[in-house]
Each structure stands twice: as C-alpha cells, then as structure tokens.
C-alpha cells in the first residue's frame, strides 16, 4: 500500500505471527491490554471502542464512541472511522509477514485537527505498547519527545 504524503504511516515489526498481531488488533480483551476495549457486533459495521490506554499518559480513560469498520479482511487489513472530537480518524491496518514474525503498517489521514508530530508520538507509544503486551514486559512510559 502506497500512502499520499499528507497521511501518517508508522510500521512496526514483531517477532509474533501475523495472526497474533491480528488478533491483538481486534480481539476486545487483547486490544484492551494496550489501547482500549470494543463492544457490540462488528458484523454490524460498527462497535463501541473506549480508549483506555491515555490512563497510562496522566490522562482519563474515554467515554466510548462508535467506531465504523469500513474495510475487515482476517489477518491482514481493517479500516475504520474513528470519531474524535469534531473529526474522524481514518486509520487503514495491515498486518503482513516479515522475517519469522510480522509488520505492522499503520496509516492515518491526516485532516490537519492534530500536528502530524503529536499523532506519530501517540502511534510510536501505542505501538510500543503492543509489543509490551505481547511480549509480557512492562508498559513503556509516555514520553511525548
């Protein structure tokens, strides 16, 4: 996937198979260890995400918004909407082999609500926290620099 210039793209890799990363990204229980937890029924299109990780930051954990599934191909893509504030996050997933484990590929358009640094810090730090949770080790702390 080639992203225009005017998106975020963050990418991650992990020892973990793609499935694992997979089920860590959508799986309510294993994406509450890192980011926040989902309700509802995705085959509906749309699931009630509460983002908890921003605790962690010094900050307060949000009251749930509907989250739209645009696009949900297992084990390798998921686009949503995510509404946040007077905006909406796109954000477009892949997940794919890479070496013995797996790449993340994480792209956001950006809609100029947020600086493009503020978004790229709170990506790196959520990622990092995957990988804290898949591997059992302590929560990086926040560190916006």
């Known amino acids: 996937m080639t992203a225009p210039a005017e998106d975020l ?6 020892p973990d198979p793609v499935e694992d990363i997979w089920s860590a990204i959508t799986e309510s229980e294993r994406l ?3 980011i926040g937890t989902w309700t509802g029924d995705p085959t509906t299109g749309t699931v009630s995400f509460t983002m908890t990780g921003e605790v962690d930051a010094g900050g307060e954990e949000d009251d749930p918004v509907d989250v739209t599934i ?3 191909e297992p084990p390798h893509r998921l686009v949503v909407d995510f509404p946040a504030g007077d905006a ?3 954000l477009d997933v ?7 484990g797996s790449e993340l590929v994480l792209v956001q358009r950006l809609d100029g609500s947020v600086p493009r640094e503020d978004l ?5 730090w959520y990622l990092a ?3 804290a949770a898949q591997s059992g080790e302590p929560m990086p702390p926040w560190d916006p620099a």
């Open 120 to 124: 790229a810090a709170g990506w790196t």
């Open 94 to 100: 892949t997940v794919s082999p890479h070496g013995g």
């Open 88 to 90: 909406s996050w796109h």
């Open 9 to 14: 793209v963050v990418r991650r890799t992990y």
């Open 70 to 72: 645009e696009v949900c």
């Open 129 to 131: 926290r995957l990988a």
């Open 32 to 34: 509450g260890r890192w």
